[in-house]
Nanobody, 125 residues
Framework: QVQLVESGGGLVQAGGSLRLSCEAS????????MGWFRQAPGKEREPVAA????????YYGDSVKGRFTISRDNAKNTVHLQMNSLKPEDTAVYYC??????????????????WGQGTQVSVSS
């Protein structure tokens, strides 16, 4: 059974930082692409960042480029999302997602088979 457990969400002031973590179990983590998505109230879920199985290739949504960094530790089955210079518009529930065996860099939510429960990130102005 695949499990993705997110942590690190919370409330922060604009300009602050948060680091989200996602620990995976039940899958071959080192051969899976990983992604972070977010969904704000009344909006569709959008891709935030993705990282290939090796960590060499990464993707960032236009709204977070230069502020967020995705990384992974295959020895610990963990993926992180470092979020700096947070803005009120970053407020959303953030979801960790994993593909099955995948050597690419998928960025669409339909490409991901496994999802975490989500963690709330709230940025006050």
């Amino acid at each position: 059974q695949v499990q993705l457990v997110e942590s690190g969400g919370g409330l922060v002031q604009a300009g602050g930082s948060l680091r989200l973590s996602c620990e995976a179990s039940g899958l071959t983590f080192s051969r899976a692409a990983m992604g972070w998505f977010r969904q704000a109230p009344g909006k569709e879920r959008e891709p935030v960042a993705a990282i290939s199985w090796s960590g060499v290739n990464t993707y960032y949504g236009d709204s977070v480029k230069g502020r967020f960094t995705i990384s992974r530790d295959n020895a610990k089955n963990t993926v992180h999302l470092q979020m700096n210079s947070l803005k009120p518009e970053d407020t959303a529930v953030y979801y960790c997602a994993a593909t099955g065996l995948n050597y690419g860099l998928p960025t669409r939510d339909i490409d991901y088979s496994y999802w975490g429960q989500g963690t709330q990130v709230s940025v006050s102005s």
